[in-house]
C-alpha cells in the first residue's frame, strides 16, 4: 500500500485519478519541513523521514506560487507567505510589477527504501541537492535535472525520486469561490484556479501533472 502523506483528504482523493483502486491511502504524518530555496529538497527530507516512519512506499509532495517579476517568490515559502501575509497581499505587490507571469510547481517525493534505475527524472541521494522544480520546458514534454550522486558525511543515504508538475499562468486580482490557498489570484486560461470546478482544476494542476508522470513510472515498479 502506498501512503500518501499529507492532511489535505483532497490530495489523496486528486491521487486516486491516477493510480489504482485502493492502492493509496493517506497518511496524517508531520514531517520536518526543512529550509531550502528549491522544492526538490524539502520534499525529498520529508519523503525519508516519512518513509522511516510508515516503514514502507511513502509519497510526500510540496508545491508553491512561483511569480516571476519577484524572482519566483514567495516559492517554497509559499504557505508561510499565505498564513502570514495572505494573498491580497501577494496580489498587491505584484500588482505594480510589469511581468505578472507566474507558475504554480509541485515536487512529488517518494521513497520506498530502495535505489532507483537511471532515468530522465530526477534522483536526490543526498539532502543537499536536488534537482529544480520543472520549468516551460515540462510544457513540450522534456523532463529537468538529472542525477545528484553526491553523498556528504551527513547524508541520508535513502534514494528519493523526484516528480515535477509546472502550470504556467499569470496573477490577477482575486476571483472565484472555490478552491483554496492563492487559488483566487493565480489565472491559467483565462480562468483563475478558484473559478474552476474540481475537475477541470485537477486537469491541469501542477500537481495533477506531477502525479500523471508518477503513475506511470509507478506502474512498473
Same mark, same amino acid.
Given at each position: 500500500?502506498?501512503?500518501?502523506?499529507?492532511?489535505?483528504?483532497?490530495?489523496?482523493?486528486?491521487?486516486?485519478?491516477?493510480?489504482?483502486?485502493?492502492?493509496?491511502?493517506?497518511?496524517?504524518?508531520?514531517?520536518?519541513?526543512?529550509?531550502?530555496?528549491?522544492?526538490?529538497?524539502?520534499?525529498?527530507?520529508?519523503?525519508?523521514?516519512?518513509?522511516?516512519?510508515?516503514?514502507?512506499?511513502?509519497?510526500?509532495?510540496?508545491?508553491?506560487?512561483?511569480?516571476?517579476?519577484?524572482?519566483?517568490?514567495?516559492?517554497?515559502?509559499?504557505?508561510?507567505?499565505?498564513?502570514?501575509?495572505?494573498?491580497?497581499?501577494?496580489?498587491?505587490?505584484?500588482?505594480?510589477?510589469?511581468?505578472?507571469?507566474? /507558475?504554480?510547481?509541485?515536487?512529488? @517525493?517518494?521513497? !520506498?527504501?530502495? $535505489?532507483?534505475? %537511471?532515468? &530522465?527524472? +530526477? #534522483?536526490?541521494?543526498?539532502?543537499?541537492?536536488?534537482?529544480?522544480?520543472?520549468?516551460?520546458?515540462?510544457? /513540450?514534454?522534456?523532463?529537468?535535472? @538529472?542525477?545528484? !550522486?553526491?553523498? $556528504?558525511?551527513? %547524508?541520508? &543515504?535513502? +534514494? #528519493?525520486?523526484?516528480?515535477?508538475?509546472?502550470?504556467?499562468?499569470?496573477?490577477?486580482?482575486?476571483?472565484?469561490?472555490?478552491?483554496?490557498?492563492?487559488?483566487?489570484?493565480?489565472?491559467?486560461?483565462?480562468?483563475?484556479?478558484?473559478?474552476?470546478?474540481?475537475?477541470?482544476?485537477?486537469?491541469?494542476?501542477?500537481?495533477?501533472?506531477?502525479?500523471?508522470?508518477?503513475?506511470?513510472?509507478?506502474?512498473?515498479?
Amino acid at each position: 500500500m502506498l501512503r500518501y502523506v499529507t492532511t489535505n483528504p483532497g490530495k489523496v482523493r486528486e491521487a486516486e485519478r491516477y493510480l489504482p483502486d485502493g492502492s493509496v491511502e493517506r497518511l496524517d504524518f508531520d514531517y520536518t519541513e526543512v529550509q531550502a530555496d528549491g522544492l526538490g529538497p524539502i520534499a525529498a527530507q520529508g519523503a525519508r523521514e516519512a518513509y522511516r516512519h510508515a516503514d514502507g512506499p511513502v509519497l510526500v509532495d510540496d508545491a508553491g506560487l512561483f511569480v516571476e517579476g519577484l524572482d519566483g517568490f514567495p516559492g517554497p515559502y509559499s504557505s508561510y507567505v499565505e498564513e502570514t501575509l495572505g494573498i491580497e497581499r501577494v496580489y498587491e505587490v505584484a500588482s505594480e510589477l510589469d511581468d505578472r507571469r507566474a /507558475a504554480f510547481r509541485c515536487t512529488l @517525493g517518494y521513497c !520506498d527504501g530502495e $535505489g532507483f534505475a %537511471a532515468s &530522465p527524472d +530526477p #534522483v536526490d541521494r543526498g539532502d543537499r541537492d536536488a534537482a529544480a522544480a520543472a520549468g516551460p520546458d515540462a510544457e /513540450a514534454g522534456g523532463e529537468s535535472g @538529472g542525477e545528484d !550522486d553526491a553523498v $556528504g558525511a551527513d %547524508a541520508d &543515504p535513502l +534514494p #528519493v525520486k523526484l516528480f515535477e508538475g509546472y502550470v504556467p499562468g499569470r496573477i490577477v486580482a482575486p476571483r472565484g469561490d472555490g478552491g483554496f490557498g492563492y487559488d483566487p489570484i493565480f489565472e491559467h486560461d483565462g480562468e483563475t484556479f478558484a473559478e474552476m470546478d474540481t475537475d477541470r482544476k485537477n486537469a491541469v494542476s501542477h500537481r495533477g501533472r506531477a502525479l500523471e508522470k508518477f503513475a506511470e513510472w509507478y506502474a512498473d515498479r
